[in-house]
Every structure is written in C-alpha cells, then in structure tokens.
C-alpha cells in the first residue's frame, strides 16, 4: 500500500483504474468503470468525464444506456467505434449474467408466458426481429436464441438455422416469436405459411412447434390461442 498516496494525490478524474486495484471494484462509480472500458478521454475533458456525459444523457439509467446502440454512441465526441464497441459488449454480458444467474428456469404454461420471457429481448425494438424459445420436456426455457434481426419491414427465418439450433440445445420444443415494431399484432400470410412450414419440419425431427407470438409492445398474437397450429 505505500504507493496509494501517490495515486491518491493525482485528480479524481485520472485514476479509475488505479482506484480498482487499491479499493476494488465495489467502490468505483458507474462512471468510472465506464471510464475503464473507453481508455482514454478528449483533449478537452478525462474518461471519466466523458463517461458522466454519457450517463447523463440517458438519466444516469444503466438500462437506458444498455438500449444505445453502437451508432447512438459515436455521437457523443471522443466516443469512436471501438470504443462504442467496448461499451455496448460489456452491457451485453452484464445482461447475460442476470440472464444466466436465475436458478429457476421460467416455464412456459401460457402464451402470455412466453410473452413475458421474450419481453427483454423485443420490447421497444425499432427493427423486426425473429427469436426461438428452446424449452425442455417440462416447458422451461433452456435458451432463447436469435435467429434473425431484420429491418423495419420484415425479417428472415431460415428453417434449418432454426432446428440446428434447437438440435444442438437438445430441445425437446420450440416457440417462435418475432416482433412487429408497427404495433400490428395480425398476423400476415407470409407469417402464417411459414409457421405452417416450421410446424410440418417440427414434427419430422420430433420437435414440435407448440405456439408462435407475434409480439408487440402493448400486446401479442398467439398461433396457438388463435387455432392455428
């Protein structure tokens, strides 16, 4: 410890870094750690203070800043792609780490279930997206897995990327859900004839389709509710 007041002397603004390794990770602000991940600052202002800039801008809302994408935060000055990049992943793991730390995994009983589970994933997404639910023989989720993030108008399922994921999970079902950023909640043909194409491939490799939400952000579609599976 005889090198902390060294440290200690220097400004605030300068050591995050320096911080974590003499006090640990626990007493770092938001700021901070996120002032560890971009590096370095601007000519005008540290890292840190860029990164209370950026937290700022979202109300100092972690949740808020985990929606930015990389884009949105190259706009703040001194924040380049890499750097975005840095940012973005790290909240991506931190997502997957609450994901992974829930002992109980959920179990689908409802379609309102399933509604409930995909809500983190497609709830205020500006873009169509396409997810599968992979459940075990008891319906709880073994893991739900992006197969396609499209575009405003429409976004693309490709059967056999769909059950050589579900194959390599050992899913015992699946559950297809994809938004509909409009607030739509119909169902078009293109919808329907390919839930009708996954079903028939479901059963051939004895994994069946037990329902497929189009979901959106005040509510959702079921198939299965609906009689059409």
């Known amino acids: 410890m005889e090198n902390e007041p060294n440290i200690l002397s220097w400004a605030e603004e300068d050591r995050p870094r320096e911080k974590l390794l003499l006090k640990g990770r626990t007493v770092l602000s938001d700021a901070e750690l996120i002032a560890i991940l971009i590096g370095s600052g601007?000519?005008?202002?540290?890292?840190?203070?860029?990164?209370?800039?950026?937290?700022?801008?979202?109300?100092?809302?972690?949740?808020?800043?985990?929606?930015?994408?990389?884009?949105?935060?190259?706009?703040?000055?001194g924040i380049g792609e890499a750097k975005a990049i840095s940012i973005v992943g790290a909240l991506e793991l931190g997502r997957r780490r609450k994901e992974s730390n829930q002992l109980v995994k959920p179990q689908i009983r409802s379609s309102e279930d399933a509604y409930k589970v995909m809500a983190p994933e497609l709830m205020d997404q500006p873009t169509e997206?396409?997810?599968?639910?992979?459940?075990?023989?008891?319906?709880?989720?073994?893991?739900?897995?992006?197969?396609?993030?499209?575009?405003?108008?429409?976004?693309?399922?490709?059967?056999?990327?769909?059950?050589?994921?579900?194959?390599?999970?050992?899913?015992?079902?699946?559950?297809?859900?994809?938004?509909?950023?409009?607030?739509?909640?119909?169902p078009s043909q293109a919808d329907i004839d390919l839930t009708k194409k996954l079903q028939n491939s479901g059963k051939l490799l004895e994994i069946p389709v037990l329902d497929h939400i189009i979901f959106t952000d005040d509510g959702y579609f079921s198939f299965a509710d609906e009689g059409l599976l």
Request: overall charge positive.
């Open 42 to 77: 601007t000519r005008s202002m540290s890292a840190v203070t860029l990164s209370k800039h950026i937290l700022g801008s979202v109300e100092n809302d972690l949740n808020a800043l985990a929606k930015l994408s990389v884009k949105d935060l190259k706009k703040f000055n």
């Open 129 to 186: 997206q396409f997810w599968v639910i992979m459940l075990n023989r008891s319906n709880k989720v073994i893991h739900k897995r992006a197969i396609s993030l499209g575009g405003v108008s429409g976004t693309v399922a490709d059967p056999k990327v769909i059950f050589k994921k579900a194959l390599e999970d050992l899913a015992s079902g699946i559950i297809l859900a994809h938004n509909h950023p409009s607030g739509n909640k119909k």
